[in-house]
């Protein structure tokens, strides 16, 4: 009797420890309605073509061993009207070099087998504006997908972010709470980088109304010279100026990681669940872009 009152009081704590992260729904857009007609569109990618304009995107620039996983251009493709970013485990390695400008190979640290999935940078920058992707995200425990902005001085520590902030205009770690109709993104910013000196905020976590893994979604960021105003479907869901606003154009960037270290799945990285090598009819998880838009203040 002891025995089986131990483990219903063992179960019982399993479910408490669970709760909280289950019973956090993220809140639901509750702001302003964005207004395009206060803007121009600038910059933009419909994803017509049936390549990447490399034009538009810089594929290799970072870090090409990520996490759990590894980045390579091969994940990343343009059909049917989106930008896809696939996220497969792959027992033949993918050979992991890139052309420099001069058409000379470089060869990177050889890959090994793993999960491969994929990031591109956009060629353009901007300061201020509105920026938005329309997207559906990858379906798989493990791993997430961003839409995310930075510049070269996101890791100048000086007390502030005015000279350049990461700012995380989505991240999708929580598929595994999908199973509970607890669908979330989360949006934050960082800024003197990533070490002693980190600060950063959140707005917290934004519900999804419709299934967001097999729908599409618009995910937007208004930034001015005061705040950052995040937006789901062109409403808002929080705002942010922790540590003051970027004063510098940034990058934006569009990804997909996985939990992990040195390029070996494991573990739940950020909450993002452990990924499973048994392959599910999730695999290989896609992050489906149908199109990505950059507008100024008029
Ligand atoms: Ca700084
Ligand atoms: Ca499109």
């Known amino acids: 009797m002891k025995t089986i009152l131990k483990s219903l009081i063992a179960v019982l704590m399993m479910i408490s420890a669970a709760l909280p992260e289950m019973l956090s729904l993220g809140k639901l857009p509750q702001g302003k309605n964005i207004s395009l007609d206060e803007f121009e569109l600038v910059w933009s990618d419909e994803f017509d073509g049936d390549s990447l304009d490399k034009s538009k995107w810089e594929y290799n620039w970072w870090e090409t ?33 890139y052309y420099d400008t001069w058409h000379d190979r470089i060869d990177f640290k050889e890959y090994k087998a793993g999960y491969y999935t994929g990031i591109v940078r956009s060629r353009y920058e901007q300061c201020y504006g509105y920026f938005e992707v329309r997207c559906m995200l990858p379906a798989a425990q493990g791993l997430w997908s961003a839409f995310w902005m930075m510049n070269d001085k996101v890791e100048n520590v000086d007390g502030s972010g005015k000279d350049g902030t990461e700012v995380d205009i989505f991240e999708s770690f929580y598929y595994k709470d999908h ?38 979604n618009t995910y937007g960021l208004e930034w001015t010279e005061d705040e950052y105003i995040f937006y789901l479907n062109g409403v808002e869901t929080g705002r942010l100026s922790t540590g003051g606003v970027s004063q510098n154009p940034e990058y934006l960037i569009l990804s997909c990681e996985v939990s992990g270290e040195n390029g070996i799945a494991s573990g739940d990285r950020h909450g993002a669940g452990e990924i499973s090598k048994t392959p599910e009819k999730n695999w290989p998880a896609e992050f489906t872009v149908d199109f990505f838009r950059c507008y100024k203040h008029k």
């Open 65 to 97: 061993q990520r996490k759990g996983g590894y980045w390579h251009e091969d994940m990343v493709s343009v059909k049917d009207g989106n930008l896809i970013i696939k996220t497969e485990y792959l027992s033949e390695p993918l050979e992991n070099y």
């Open 179 to 216: 199973w509970w109709g607890n669908d979330c993104v989360v949006s934050g910013i960082h800024y003197d980088g990533y070490g002693e000196g980190h600060k950063g905020d959140s707005i917290g976590k934004t519900f999804i109304e419709n299934d967001p893994y097999t729908e599409y």
